[in-house]
Structures are given as structure tokens and as C-alpha cells.
């Protein structure tokens, strides 16, 4: 009987010590779990349902680097003239959406099943709520209207069609509204041959009391105005154009007569030269500075891996070619997916160093000498929330994961040989 003794005294001594140890267990680990929740999580930490993390942050995770377990993403920017105002305009770095109208599960308004690729989640108003201050669109004559396409080789088609162009416009037309110190710059793909049609479109919308007139932009690489000087002269609108011709015909400035850009697209992924359209990046006669940095086609689970470390390396490399220009405008895919902060701390970044001379806006003091910063928590993946000044109160949750192009299979045998075929920007 003694073994069988010794065996039950072991079992007792196991069970208590089991007993022991959950009640540490209860004691110190839950509640840690437990006080991250309730908009209580912050950057990067672990989150279970979107209403865990703070504000500016939306719960997600990134597959494509390996990280599947949700965690709290910043999905908001910081404007920076809510620190740092006063200065022209060119000074600043603001996000812009590539094809800011192409948005996953948008409304089937031509009765067709669309075929095209998708560049963003949310709507037009959403992106410029969560600080979102550039959008390009793509226009064409469609339908004896104009309407915003994803298409190719000029045309619009019923399958490549998202909406009338003044359903977007009346988005800007309220945002510019309901924030009247906000400056929005559109950026047009243009297609349209209707004469006029652009201004048409835009009176309509009730935009045209906004636009900034072409008499008065610089034209030899001279600084903008203050923002607070376009601000109290209401000129909040920034209309350019792909055709040069709209210039001449409409009072539309054509892009390329005032800003650089770099090339889009996959040629333009891992090395910053400029578009054959453009002047070269160090041109000082033109004093605005886009930077593309999006794939040819787009893919909503790998945008979280761009916008990582690449990104940053990116915008390094264009600062470099540029001759020592910081971009003004940063357009992007899917512009809240990312492994941390993401694009909204690489646009800190930029407009710390330009601004203030400090690492990042967050670290700028108004009216102090510049290289004048104040103390903040490291920018990285481990940071914490950022500072939440000049943020809008979008919706940072995300849309459900959907494919690059959604079609029926028989469709597409139809119409994918002209898409693979060309280059879509």
C-alpha cells in the first residue's frame, strides 16, 4: 500500500499546485488581457473586436507579413495645419487615394457585372474624414454625362463604370463645406471630349466657387501661397488635369505644367524617376512634387506589406532623386492597410522634417525656432497612439477582403484579354 500512499500524496501536492498557479494566472495575466479593450488598446496591441482599439485605430491583422492575429492599426492622419500653419502650401505632404473612386462593393449603377480592378474601401467622404486631402479620378464621356471609369484605352464601358462624376464632386462639394479650413486637391485622368465638360461637371457639383484660379498658381517653381491665405480667400479647391488642352479651353491647370511626378506602377515600385510625362524630379520650375506608390494591380491583402517597411525606403528614394524635395502628395491603394502606422507616420515623418525640422509633426511647436521639438514616443511598430490633432472622425474599419477584380468566370473570358493586354494606372 505504500506506493499507492505516495502516489496519492503526489496527485494532492500536483492538484494544489495546479490550483496554485491558475490563481496567479486569474490574479495577474487576465486582467492584463482584460485592460486592453473598450477603445482602451493602442497602437499594435492585441485587439478582439473593432471597438477595442483607441481612437484613430481600426482592429486588423497582415497576413502577408506572417502577423494573423488582429492588433490595432492606425487608420486616421494628423493634418498638419492643425500644428504647423502658415506656411505655402507646396511645404506640406498630404495622402492622396489613387482612383479614389474605385472602391470595393460599390453599386452596380449600369446594370452590368463590373470588370475592373479595386484601389480603395471606403467612400469618398469616409477618406476625407480620416484626413485624406488628394484624390484622383479618372473621368470619360459616358452615357451623355461624365462618369468615374477604371477603364482603358479612353473609353468608358458599362463594365468598367462606377457612377457619375458630380455623385463623387457633391462629396467634395460637402466635405469643403462642413470644413472650412480644409484645402482638397483633385487630380484628373481626364478622357472627356464633351467641350466645356469639365467645367460643367464641376459648376454642378457647386465647386467652381472653390477652385483655385489657374491666373494666380506659380508657374516657374515658385512657392503657393500661405494655406491660410487660400483659406481666407476660400481658393480650397486644387483642380489638375492630364489634357493639356483644358488649360487653354476650360481654366483648368494642366498637371504637369506645375507639378513632378514619378512613374506609377510596378515601374515606378523600388526606384523614384519620373513619368515620361513629367519634368525630371529635381526640376525647380515646377513647385509640387507627387509621388505615386501603388502596384500595377492591386491586391487589398498585400497592401499591408507595402506599406510597411518598403514605403518608407520609398519615399527616401524619391526625396533623393528629387534633389532634396520632400513630396507633396502621396497617393496610395487601400491607404489604412498597413502593419502599424504605416502611411499615416511616414506622412508625420515628412512633415516633421519639413515643417519643424523634428522627426515628426507630432514633435513641431508652433512659433518655435525650427529644430525646436518636443519630447514624443518613438515612430515605430511599438509606438503608441499617435497624436490624435486634426483628426477626423472617419471609419476606420475596414471592408471585408475582396478579390483584385471581381467578374464571373464567362465575363471575364470575354473582356480580360484587353485588360491583361494593357498597362492600367
Not at 470644413?179 to 454642378?204: A, C, M, Q, R, W
Request: aromatic fraction near 10%; charge should be negative.
Amino acid at each position: 500500500m505504500e506506493p499507492f500512499k505516495r502516489l496519492g500524496i503526489l496527485i494532492g501536492r500536483c492538484t494544489y499546485l495546479i490550483l496554485v498557479l491558475a490563481f496567479l494566472f486569474a490574479q495577474f495575466l487576465v486582467p492584463t488581457f482584460a485592460a486592453c479593450s473598450n477603445g482602451g488598446c493602442q497602437l499594435r496591441q492585441s485587439c478582439s473586436t473593432p471597438t477595442d482599439c483607441g481612437a484613430g485605430l481600426y482592429c486588423g491583422n497582415c497576413p502577408a507579413l506572417q502577423e494573423n492575429d488582429p492588433f490595432c492599426v492606425r487608420g486616421q492622419a494628423t493634418i498638419p495645419t492643425s500644428i504647423i500653419s502658415g506656411l505655402p502650401f507646396n511645404k506640406y505632404s498630404w495622402l492622396v487615394t489613387h482612383n479614389a473612386f474605385s472602391i470595393v462593393d460599390a453599386p452596380l449603377l449600369t446594370g452590368a457585372q463590373r470588370v475592373t480592378f479595386y484601389n480603395q474601401e471606403d467612400s469618398v467622404t469616409n477618406q476625407l474624414r480620416n484626413g485624406v486631402r488628394g484624390l484622383m479620378l479618372d473621368m470619360y464621356d459616358f452615357e451623355n454625362d461624365i462618369w468615374l471609369c477604371h477603364s482603358f484605352r479612353g473609353q468608358c464601358y458599362n463594365f468598367t463604370a462606377f457612377e457619375p462624376a458630380v455623385n463623387t464632386l457633391k462629396e467634395v462639394e460637402a466635405f469643403l463645406e462642413q470644413n472650412p479650413s480644409e484645402i482638397i486637391t483633385i487630380i484628373i485622368e481626364d478622357y472627356v471630349h464633351t467641350p466645356k465638360g469639365l467645367t460643367k461637371v464641376f459648376g454642378e457639383a457647386g465647386l467652381d466657387k472653390y477652385m483655385y484660379p489657374i491666373s494666380k498658381m506659380p508657374k516657374k517653381g515658385e512657392d503657393w501661397p500661405t494655406v491660410n491665405t487660400m483659406v481666407t480667400n476660400n481658393y480650397r479647391l486644387l483642380v489638375f488635369t492630364s489634357d493639356s488642352s483644358k488649360e487653354a479651353s476650360e481654366g483648368i491647370a494642366y498637371q504637369w505644367k506645375y507639378m513632378v511626378e514619378n512613374e506609377p506602377g510596378d515601374p515606378g515600385i523600388g526606384s523614384c524617376h519620373n513619368r515620361k510625362e513629367s519634368k525630371p524630379l529635381n526640376s525647380r520650375s515646377a513647385s509640387l512634387f507627387l509621388m505615386n506608390y501603388f502596384p500595377t494591380i492591386p491586391v487589398q491583402n498585400e497592401a499591408c506589406k507595402e506599406h510597411s517597411t518598403p514605403l518608407a525606403n520609398m519615399i527616401s528614394a524619391c526625396y533623393k532623386s528629387s534633389g532634396g524635395l520632400m513630396p507633396n502628395f502621396l497617393a496610395v491603394n487601400f491607404y489604412m492597410r498597413s502593419d502599424g502606422g504605416g502611411i499615416f507616420n511616414d506622412l508625420d515623418r515628412m512633415n516633421g522634417q519639413t515643417l519643424c525640422g523634428c522627426s515628426s509633426i507630432s514633435a513641431c511647436q508652433a512659433g518655435a525656432p525650427f529644430g525646436s521639438c518636443k519630447a514624443i514616443a518613438a515612430l515605430n511598430s511599438s509606438a503608441t497612439t499617435p497624436d490624435s490633432s486634426g483628426s477626423f472622425s472617419g471609419s476606420v474599419q475596414l471592408t471585408g477582403d475582396a478579390p483584385a477584380i471581381k467578374v464571373s468566370a464567362s465575363f471575364a473570358l470575354c473582356v480580360m484579354p484587353f485588360l491583361v493586354s494593357l498597362f492600367i494606372y
